[in-house]
């Protein structure tokens, strides 16, 4: 076994390990929110809406974050892993909110969709912009579909996220493409928010 080939299975495993226990917390936090979730997304989508939108938007963090990308995923076959298995990771994570925080009911599914077609409507700085969000838009759409029509067990949830990391971890090493998440260019602490927020239509964007 390579040095990097280590280096790398080790860095995803505590990954792996810091992930597990940032969900376990959130999950936690939150179910003892559920009552008054709406409200919380109803707070965010006014954040968003008075402060940190034109700041992302006028600085042009999306296309900062589009180069860093797509530099670290130039095969196709690489990207297209990475487009199943992002689906599958937000499909989970919807999956566990709706068994462990707040079901997903018709309002709430109609106001995640509002949330991101408005976030990426106002965010992307670029001519084409309405395409991407309008990709990313089905990209939830579909991925909310999936919860409510599999209404699969917590257990099965969590083992496809964890299925799913490891799954792109294992094609950069196939396909011999440095993974993003460990070269950032710019802040780290920034670049990770940014990448987690741009997940969806940076997968959208060639």
Excluded: W
């Excluded at 042009?60 to 995923?73: A, I, K, R, S």
């Excluded at 309405?130 to 949830?157: E, G, H, P, R």
């Amino acid at each position: 076994m390579s040095y990097v080939f280590r280096i790398t299975y080790i860095n995803t495993f505590l990954l792996l390990i810091q992930m597990l226990l940032r969900s376990c917390l959130c999950i936690f936090i939150f179910s003892q929110l559920s009552d008054i979730l709406p409200v919380l997304l109803n707070f965010m989508l006014f954040y968003f809406n008075n402060s940190l939108i034109e700041h992302i938007h006028d600085d042009n963090y999306y296309e900062h974050m589009l180069v860093q990308f797509n530099n670290h995923h130039q095969i196709y076959n690489n990207r297209i892993v990475h487009y199943a298995t992002s689906f599958c990771t937000f499909t989970s994570l919807f999956g566990l909110v709706n068994n462990n925080v707040y079901t997903i009911n018709h309002k709430a599914f109609c106001k995640i969709l509002y949330f991101t077609f408005f976030l990426y409507s106002s965010t992307i700085n670029k001519d084409d912009n309405y395409i991407i969000t309008f990709k990313s838009c089905l990209f939830v759409f579909n991925s909310l579909c999936m919860v409510k029509v599999f209404n699969a067990s917590s257990k099965q949830y969590i083992g496809l996220f964890f299925t799913s990391i490891i799954l792109q971890e294992l094609s950069h090493i196939a396909y011999n493409e440095p993974a993003l998440l460990y070269n950032y260019s710019g802040n780290q602490y920034n670049d990770v928010f940014l990448h987690n927020l741009f997940m969806i239509p940076l997968l959208h964007d060639k």
